[in-house]
């Protein structure tokens, strides 16, 4: 079992900057990489960002390249988001998962999430 903690959520005005952790425990070595999700009211959960613990090879939806970076820590146990330049149609809540597959775009690849963290853009 891996267990999955977000936080740094919070109201932000357009063009602003978040960061959001994700506290990973448990069995992270059985994860093969750890992903971003989000999902907004009324829409399906979308992939955002996820990082490879080993080499620590990153992929981007394409809306948020450019704006967003996801990294991590081994030896703490933990993903970062570092979200600039925000819009109001990133305002979600934003997901923590532990990919024990490859496919790191599709949540299939996904067996371990987070509670989630809501992130609220203003315009």
């Known amino acids: 079992q891996v267990q999955l903690v977000e936080s740094g959520g919070g109201l932000v005005q357009a063009g602003g900057s978040l960061r959001l952790s994700c506290a990973a425990s448990?069995?992270?070595?059985?994860?093969?990489?750890m992903g971003w999700f989000r999902q907004a009211p009324g829409k399906e959960r979308e992939f955002v960002a996820a990082?490879?613990?080993?080499?620590?090879?990153?992929f981007y939806a394409d809306s948020v390249k450019g704006r967003f970076t996801i990294s991590r820590d081994n030896a703490k146990n933990m993903v970062y988001l570092q979200m600039n330049s925000l819009k109001p149609e990133d305002t979600a809540v934003y997901y923590c998962?532990?990919?024990?597959?490859?496919?790191?775009?599709?949540?299939?690849?996904?067996?371990?999430w987070g509670q989630g963290t809501q992130v609220t853009v203003s315009s």
């Open positions: 990082i490879t613990w080993s080499g620590g090879r990153t």
């Open positions: 448990g069995r992270t070595g059985s994860s093969y990489a």
């Open positions: 998962a532990a990919a024990t597959r490859t496919g790191v775009y599709y949540r299939q690849a996904y067996d371990y």
